[in-house]
């Protein structure tokens, strides 16, 4: 079994008060795996119930929203369930595919005699669903986002002494040089999880027979299978269909990704896009995969200022793959060998850059990026921390960070901001930043923020005589 890091998550969600949980995310990274491991270690009785192959149950959700009129029904389809106050954790898999189910949560959640965890693909798939006839209750139910494994987790997988994650992370929290021998081996590990990504089943491909083509086929087969799913919703009575249309908008956005990310500037572009349409209906296609969780974007901004939300050029982005492993399945033969031999510079740091927004999107950082109009500078992402715009560059090389270098250099136009590049280097430093290695990425942790508001002591608010 992976360990993965969404279960101390599960845990403390657990242990507070809570309302139901809704775990999202794209298909095929380990959901429905990973909230029946935790049922089997956390509870004593655990209700499974899969809301896609199992039609049937969607009869026990159709009336009145009575929990007990609701526990009937299951335990009519379900001959084995057993609901027992405080003990019990019932898993309502793929409830997209089951409305009413989603709506019955603020009833179970009102009960409060079992826990309830849902899990789903395609919740963040607007306009082609059943839709919600009797509504999702605000304020009765979480949710929360679980991504393919992070290079922390692929470390953690690999059986390595937690000693020397604990000695990594303190070099680069401190800004000092890793021991050459711990640093060549980090980044011969970096470079293996670029290759084979994050997918569970990729991952365990991986380290069963560490055969790279045995990788890229199961990846293929991954992406195939998520590819089979688009376009498909419920019509009025409850069967399967696909929105064709949308279906093919979609693949196609997908299919010209390697070729978007292998230009110069990566800014998407519709013209790219080889199906039928005008930008306004392909961007349907992109929606799509953006909501199911395969893709991200980052988005140009007009300076470099802080907040960067409201310097965002809504209309000017990047397109990137949740997955590194999943964009490298797509491009030739020879990047396998190139990669594990350091080369990142092939497609035009297409790769690069994508593990940078992978890594950064899995830290739940908004993916922002600055190009300037006459095209340089160019700045490959910016993020937000303690109020203030950070520049990140990325080389696939120990290149020089030409654009970041005269940013930095030329304050009075665009202001004084922290910068770090990433390369092919050990921890070090620079003029007005620091490098760090590409593993640095499997090290990123969001510091804890402070939100305390100090009350003002109202009894010490006297009217004047």
Same mark, same amino acid.
């Given at each position: 079994?992976?360990?993965? #890091? ?52 969607? #009869? ?19 001959? +084995? ?34 826990? !309830? ?20 209750? !605000? ?30 992370? #303190? ?68 069967? +399967? ?54 893709? !991200? ?151 804890? #923020? ?16």
């Amino acid at each position: 079994m992976l360990k993965r #890091k969404i279960l101390n998550e599960l845990i403390s969600w657990k242990n507070r008060p809570h309302h139901p949980l809704v775990v999202r995310g794209l298909r095929q990274i380990g959901k429905t795996y990973i909230v029946k491991q935790f049922g089997k270690e956390n509870y004593e009785y655990t209700i499974y119930l899969d809301l896609r192959s199992n039609v049937a149950l969607h #009869k026990a959700f159709a009336g009145d929203f009575d929990v007990d009129q609701m526990i009937l029904k299951i335990s009519a389809v379900e001959k +084995d369930a057993r609901f027992i106050p405080g003990k019990t954790l019932l898993i309502l898999d793929e409830i997209q595919d089951c409305a009413n189910a989603r709506s019955s949560l603020k009833y179970w959640d009102i009960d409060g005699r079992f826990d !309830v965890i849902c899990t789903g693909s395609f919740l963040g798939v607007k306009g082609f669903r059943n839709p919600y006839v009797r509504g999702v209750s !605000v304020g009765y139910e979480e949710q929360i986002t679980m991504y393919p494994l992070t290079f922390q987790e692929f470390l953690v997988n690999t059986g390595m002494d937690l000693k020397v994650f604990d000695y990594v992370q #303190k070099s680069i929290d401190e800004k000092s040089m890793v021991d050459s021998t711990v640093h060549e081996s980090m980044r011969q590990l970096y470079l293996q999880y670029l290759l084979v990504g994050g997918m569970p089943e990729v991952v365990n491909t991986f380290f069963e027979t560490h055969d790279i083509n045995q990788v890229r086929e199961k990846q293929k087969q991954i992406l195939n299978s998520i590819k089979d799913d688009f376009g498909r919703y419920k019509d009025s009575e409850g069967k +399967d269909k696909i929105n064709e249309v949308l279906k093919l908008r979609a693949e196609a956005c997908l299919n010209s990704l390697p070729a978007q990310l292998s230009k110069e500037y990566k800014k998407f572009q519709y013209s790219l896009v080889d199906v039928k349409g005008h930008s306004p209906e392909k961007a349907d296609g992109l929606q799509y995969l953006e909501d199911v969780g395969l893709v !991200v974007r980052a988005y140009n901004t007009l300076q470099i200022s802080y907040p960067l939300e409201a310097e965002k050029i809504t209309t000017e982005f990047k397109v990137f793959f949740i997955d590194t492993g999943l964009l490298t399945s797509q491009l030739g033969d020879e990047v396998p060998a190139k990669i594990l031999n350091g080369d990142l510079g092939a497609y035009k740091g297409a790769i690069a850059e994508n593990m940078v927004a992978a890594a950064f999107a899995k830290e739940g950082r908004s993916l922002y990026y600055y190009h300037a109009p006459s095209g340089s500078p160019e700045l490959d992402f910016l993020y937000e921390e303690n109020g203030e715009a950070v520049i990140v560059e990325c080389k696939s090389t120990n290149n020089r960070a030409t654009s970041m270098k005269f940013v930095l250099a030329n304050q009075k136009k665009y202001g004084v901001h922290p910068a770090i590049k990433i390369a092919d280097a050990n921890v070090g430093g620079g003029e007005g930043f620091c490098t760090y290695p590409l593993y640095y990425l499997g090290f990123l942790h969001q510091k804890p #923020k402070t939100n305390i508001i100090e009350m003002v002591d109202v009894k010490n608010i006297k009217v004047p005589e």
